[in-house]
Protein backbone atom coordinates (compact mmCIF):
# COMPACT_ATOMS: atom_id res chain seq x y z
CA UNK A 1 0.00 0.00 0.00
CA UNK A 2 1.06 3.25 -0.59
CA UNK A 3 0.31 6.34 1.90
CA UNK A 4 -0.03 9.87 0.55
CA UNK A 5 -0.32 13.01 3.16
CA UNK A 6 -0.68 16.35 2.13
CA UNK A 7 0.12 19.44 3.55
CA UNK A 8 -0.18 23.26 2.87
CA UNK A 9 -3.88 24.27 2.15
CA UNK A 10 -5.65 27.16 3.73
CA UNK A 11 -6.88 30.50 2.80
CA UNK A 12 -5.37 33.21 0.85
CA UNK A 13 -6.50 36.27 -0.77
CA UNK A 14 -7.11 36.96 -4.63
CA UNK A 15 -4.07 37.26 -6.31
CA UNK A 16 -1.94 35.36 -3.21
CA UNK A 17 0.11 32.29 -3.85
CA UNK A 18 0.15 28.87 -1.41
CA UNK A 19 2.15 25.58 -2.02
CA UNK A 20 0.73 21.89 -0.76
CA UNK A 21 2.83 19.38 -0.61
CA UNK A 22 2.47 14.97 -0.45
CA UNK A 23 4.74 12.90 0.83
CA UNK A 24 4.34 9.31 -0.22
CA UNK A 25 5.28 6.45 1.82
CA UNK A 26 4.93 2.51 1.98
CA UNK A 27 5.13 0.53 -0.91
CA UNK A 28 6.48 3.58 -3.03
CA UNK A 29 8.58 0.68 -5.38
CA UNK A 30 7.83 1.77 -8.99
CA UNK A 31 5.70 4.74 -8.45
CA UNK A 32 5.43 6.92 -11.01
CA UNK A 33 2.58 9.40 -11.99
CA UNK A 34 2.05 11.33 -8.89
CA UNK A 35 -0.12 14.87 -8.58
CA UNK A 36 -3.23 17.08 -7.64
CA UNK A 37 -6.85 16.55 -8.55
CA UNK A 38 -9.47 18.99 -6.91
CA UNK A 39 -12.80 19.25 -6.06
CA UNK A 40 -15.94 21.11 -5.17
CA UNK A 41 -19.33 19.80 -4.02
CA UNK A 42 -21.77 18.59 -6.72
CA UNK A 43 -18.83 18.55 -9.19
CA UNK A 44 -16.62 16.00 -10.46
CA UNK A 45 -12.74 15.57 -9.72
CA UNK A 46 -10.96 17.53 -11.94
CA UNK A 47 -7.31 17.23 -13.39
CA UNK A 48 -5.18 20.38 -11.64
CA UNK A 49 -1.46 18.69 -12.70
CA UNK A 50 0.74 15.54 -12.95
CA UNK A 51 3.77 14.95 -12.89
CA UNK A 52 6.42 11.46 -14.07
CA UNK A 53 9.39 10.34 -11.73
CA UNK A 54 11.08 11.60 -14.78
CA UNK A 55 9.47 14.76 -14.74
CA UNK A 56 7.30 15.32 -17.46
CA UNK A 57 4.02 17.19 -16.63
CA UNK A 58 0.12 17.67 -17.53
CA UNK A 59 -1.42 20.64 -15.81
CA UNK A 60 -5.51 21.41 -16.44
CA UNK A 61 -5.98 24.41 -18.61
CA UNK A 62 -7.75 26.65 -15.97
CA UNK A 63 -4.42 26.22 -13.78
CA UNK A 64 -1.98 26.82 -16.88
CA UNK A 65 0.48 29.39 -16.45
CA UNK A 66 -0.33 30.21 -12.97
CA UNK A 67 0.47 26.94 -11.14
CA UNK A 68 3.82 24.82 -11.00
CA UNK A 69 4.29 20.89 -10.11
CA UNK A 70 7.61 19.90 -8.86
CA UNK A 71 9.07 16.61 -7.92
CA UNK A 72 11.37 15.01 -5.46
CA UNK A 73 12.39 11.36 -6.40
CA UNK A 74 14.70 11.22 -3.31
CA UNK A 75 11.77 12.59 -1.16
CA UNK A 76 9.06 11.04 -2.20
CA UNK A 77 6.95 14.39 -1.98
CA UNK A 78 5.64 16.04 -5.06
CA UNK A 79 4.62 20.18 -4.35
CA UNK A 80 2.37 22.38 -6.52
CA UNK A 81 3.23 25.86 -6.59
CA UNK A 82 -0.19 28.35 -6.74
CA UNK A 83 0.04 32.03 -7.66
CA UNK A 84 -2.24 34.46 -8.63
CA UNK A 85 -5.14 32.40 -7.05
CA UNK A 86 -8.53 33.00 -8.17
CA UNK A 87 -11.97 32.31 -5.93
CA UNK A 88 -12.82 29.69 -8.53
CA UNK A 89 -9.38 27.86 -7.50
CA UNK A 90 -11.94 27.48 -4.22
CA UNK A 91 -12.10 23.63 -3.81
CA UNK A 92 -10.54 20.39 -1.61
CA UNK A 93 -7.15 19.29 -3.34
CA UNK A 94 -6.07 15.87 -3.33
CA UNK A 95 -2.88 14.36 -3.94
CA UNK A 96 -3.05 10.89 -6.09
CA UNK A 97 -0.62 8.76 -7.19
CA UNK A 98 -0.19 5.54 -9.70
CA UNK A 99 2.76 3.16 -10.72
CA UNK A 100 2.08 3.33 -14.43
CA UNK A 101 1.89 6.62 -16.74
CA UNK A 102 -0.06 9.91 -15.85
CA UNK A 103 -3.75 10.23 -16.99
CA UNK A 104 -6.19 13.03 -16.70
CA UNK A 105 -8.54 10.30 -15.24
CA UNK A 106 -8.92 10.63 -11.50
CA UNK A 107 -10.37 6.72 -11.99
CA UNK A 108 -7.16 5.72 -13.10
CA UNK A 109 -5.29 6.43 -10.10
CA UNK A 110 -4.77 3.87 -7.53
CA UNK A 111 -3.75 6.05 -4.33
CA UNK A 112 -5.12 9.24 -3.02
CA UNK A 113 -4.77 11.25 0.47
CA UNK A 114 -6.89 13.17 2.74
CA UNK A 115 -7.25 16.20 0.32
CA UNK A 116 -6.49 19.55 2.07
CA UNK A 117 -9.05 22.66 1.58
CA UNK A 118 -7.66 25.38 -0.20
CA UNK A 119 -9.84 28.75 -0.06
CA UNK A 120 -9.39 31.87 -2.13
CA UNK A 121 -11.68 34.93 -0.55
CA UNK A 122 -11.25 38.45 -0.35
Known amino acids: QVQLEESGGGWVQPGGSLRLSCAAS????????MGWFRQVPGKERDLVAV???????SYGKSVEGRFTISRDNAKNTVYLQMNSLKPEDTAVYYC????????????????WGQGTQVTVSS
Open 51 to 57: ITSGGIT
Open 26 to 33: GNIFSLNA
Open 96 to 111: AARRVRCSATPERYDY
